[in-house]
Structures are given as C-alpha cells and as structure tokens.
C-alpha cells in the first residue's frame, strides 16, 4: 500500500524499542509505535527481525519476545504477547529473531523451549491456538509450503527442520540438523516437494526430497555436504541454481545435484553480506555497505557494477519494490532509485 514498515530502538530515559512506518515513496512518517524496552549483546543492539504485515495488520516481535499485533493504518494496538514470559522460554544469546508467519487466520510464532518451540495465534484476537515441540530457541523464520499437496509449516528450530500440521501443531516429518551451538538462522527454501537448508557453525547444506506413502511423510537427504554454510543470511534461488553465502564466500550451486558452480571470495569484500534475486541479477549487500549486481548465470561470477551506499556494518537485508531498493545500516535507512 505505499508504506514501508521496519523496527528500530530508540535511546532515551527510558530507552524504547518501537514499529514505525512510513510513506515508501517521501520518507513521511505516518506513525510510530512505541513501547519501553531495551536488548543489546555484543554484535549490536535493538530489534533483529522483520515485520509481517497482512490483512490490515502489523506483526513484530522484538529482541526480549514482546510480540505486537497493530493496526497497520494507524499503528494503534490490537493485542500482546510476552513470548518468553508466557511461555518460560529460556534467554537467547542472540535475542528473539524470526518473522511472525500469517497464514490464513493464523499467525506462526518461535518462543522456543518446553513445549513452545513452534506456537499458533488467532491472529485478529490473538488467543493462543496451539503450542508444540520442546526444541531450543532457535533464529530462523517459519515457512508455510505445500507438499504432496498437504499444507504444511515448517519451523527450522535449533535442533531439526520439522513440519507441522496448520491446523493442530501435529508433526508430519522431522529431519534432525544440530549445529556447534545449535545455531540454525537461514530461512529454508521450499522447491516443490523438495526443500532446501544451510547452516554456518561447523554443518553446511542438504536437499531433502520430502515423501508422501499412505498418509505418512519422510524426509530424505538427496545430498549434505559442508560446501554451502549459510551463516545469517538465507540463500535465493534462480532456475536451476541457489546462490547463497559460503561464510564470507558467494557460492553458485547446482539445485538439483549440489554441485558448486562457482565460487566467489569474499573475506575482503561481501564479508557477512545478504544478497536478492531481481530478474536476471544478484544485488548483494556486503557488510561494510557497499552494493554489488552481478548477473544471476552458472557460468561465473560476473560482476555488472558496484556502490559504496553505506560506511556503516550492513546486516540487514534490503527490501526491493517498484525499481526502488531500501537498504538499512546500524545508523539509517537509504532509499536507491535502481531504475
């Protein structure tokens, strides 16, 4: 609708964390929600998660587990949650970090911890639906796919990649995948009846070709192997290839065999970068701010221009509508003309 929705924390006595939104096209604020909060830990301070909005409605989460539902018009209130109160999750190391999924009439949300990893919310009363999985705390985002034309979320807790029932929290298929520390943050790609992960901490990458026999769901690797490690930021997917980070490196893959087509490094330039599909090209973020497009071929890497569009650290992924990219730093948010 012509606006744009982030979070941020704002200093102050007392310091607030707040939902703000904007008018995409003049930067005009139409409304802020605010309320008393604060996270630090030492790669950074604030909010560390993407708004939902849907039907009306804004989604966030912050960094402590206080999940707001507002009104997307005006920002007012419609209900609140403390995750990690309600549900005794134990503290994150890296504060609470998923994307509230919306899918139907629900809203999908990650406490973590005994019998609250994955949990449903009515997402216009917020009344609590379902609640499932002891699984620790985990980083990544909720997906909802379609699989051997069953409806099904999937929730890539610390532990395991696990698919729910929408409707009850029930568990299809569970695929375990630990990391050192028990770290998974990539958001999983959903290939038709195949879905794809990556993991930093010492794991890598699998495609798993998820199969439907007489009502039952199995999930079997087509290949795992360490050559595609997805540290924070999840990898995209173009025809038949995933390009994604390698820890700093920027790697082309083969969907279908895991082969690696190329391989690009990036200690000195793309660090711990993020990076978008745009038709034909990669625009990838690096962490020290400047913005690369590249084409999105097999063939190599093939760099088409380059922008230096912040001095500060840039972990953020960018947000690309109507020919114009917005790009978030630790410090500001930068709106580029593409076209």
Known sequence: GGRLYTMAEEAGTPPQETVV???AATSAEVWRFRYPN???ERFGSGPRSTPTVAGGFVYAVGPTGIFHCLRADTGEKVWRHDLTEEFHSPASRYGVSFSPLV???LVYAMPGGPGAAAVAFDRHSGALVWKALDDPVSYSSPIAVTIAGVHQVLFFTNTALVSLSPRDGQVYWRYPWQTEGGFNIATPLSLGDYVFISSGY???CALLEIAANEGAFHAQPVYEHNR???HFASSVRHRDHIYGFDRTDLVCLDVRTGRIAWRQPGLRTFQKGSLLIAGDHLLILGESGKLYMAEATPASYREETSFQVSQNK???VPVLVG???YVRDEAQLICLDLQ
């Open 314 to 316: 840039c972990w953020t």
């Open 228 to 230: 595609m490690r997805n």
């Open 202 to 204: 010492g794991k890598g």
């Open 21 to 23: 939104c904007w008018d």
């Open 103 to 105: 899918d139907g009439d």
């Open 323 to 325: 020919g114009r990219l």
């Open 38 to 40: 604060q996270y630090e």
